[in-house]
């Protein structure tokens, strides 16, 4: 990596990226990524790297912007044309890269906003959004695997002309001229889709002892409240609704009772290979995590709570879930796989 081209304008895109990724209501984990193009190349975070890093090591990958836009154009793009276009380096770049070839802007961000998306997953998400971002140069895409599928849809609906593309069940994609102007419109969609939501009152020492079952403690934090919010519980354990939550918990997030049979809940729940199962709520005490979940399970459990609640708050009357087919299209999903491997730190 270190002989190749540094992306133009370096510093202030790479420090954009860091402060992007270093802000749990906006990017949690390897989520989300930022690109930057100068001439035929593109630069893009690279798959399973964090963007919180993005100051401190190299996380940007180098891409041929003619081959992916051509592809794009001709509606033949499928995600196997990323690594065609990726050049030499010991990283993949990330599975969403296309969508960052379609845009003009030289700037690109998209970011796992949990105000967005607590606001994209409602069955009404549109009409909210519609009054939410009155004024604003944005656009609406419903739900579509991310990757070439993804791609392919906002080419044909136009919606990459947009500077703002609110991802339905996803997230948020901003593209613009500088990196300061793409943070700027990043934070401004945030906080108009913000609600505020109840301080947390459960803190984690009534989920320790169990650790001999394979399950510790989820960090501090307020997500340890989803124990005692039944209307957060149903939200939570009703099936999948975004892709992060998908690949890091499976396509179950458990409740379970305490009493003298947990441990054998829990054992049982750790006879399947992680993710499955990697984020159990325990009735009334708290969240706990498997010991071996993926690098990045305690964010995004942190994010599950920051998005139900606020979407709780919000009031909408129907969550929008996967149905079997889009669950499934996403645990299948090879470069997720390979993702999934570099978090675990067994590189496939
Ligand atoms: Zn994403």
Known sequence: MTELPRPPGCAGFLEMSARLGTDPALVQAAGGNTSIKCGDRMWVKASGTWLAEAGTRDVMVPVRLGPLRERIRDRTLVDAHVAEATEAGSLRASVETPFHALFDPPVVAHVHCVSTIATAIAEDGLDRLTGLLDGLDWAWQEYLKPGAPLTLALA???????????????????????????????????????????????????????????????????????????????????GPFAPDFLVFFGPDVRIVDPGATLP????????????????????????????????????????????????????????????????RALLDWDAEKYRQSLNSGNPA
């Open 156 to 238: 044909a609906s136009g919606a990459a002309q947009s500077r703002i593309v609110v991802l339905g069940n996803h997230g948020l994609i901003v593209s613009g001229e500088t990196p300061e102007e793409v943070e700027a419109t990043i934070r401004d969609v945030h906080h108009r889709l913000d609600v505020p939501i109840p301080a947390p009152g459960l803190d984690r020492s009534r989920v320790s002892g169990w650790d001999e079952t394979g399950y510790i403690p989820a960090p501090e934090g307020p997500l340890h409240d989803l124990a005692v919010r039944p209307d957060l519980i149903e939200l939570a354990t009703k």
């Open 264 to 327: 054998a809940r829990l054992a049982e729940f750790t006879e399947v290979p992680a993710p499955f199962n990697s984020l159990v709520i325990v009735r009334d005490h708290g969240v706990l995590l498997r010991r071996d979940a993926l690098s990045g399970t305690a964010e995004l459990a942190g994010a599950l709570y920051d998005v139900l609640a606020r979407f709780a708050a919000m009031g909408a009357p129907h969550l929008r879930y996967f149905d079997d087919a889009e669950a």
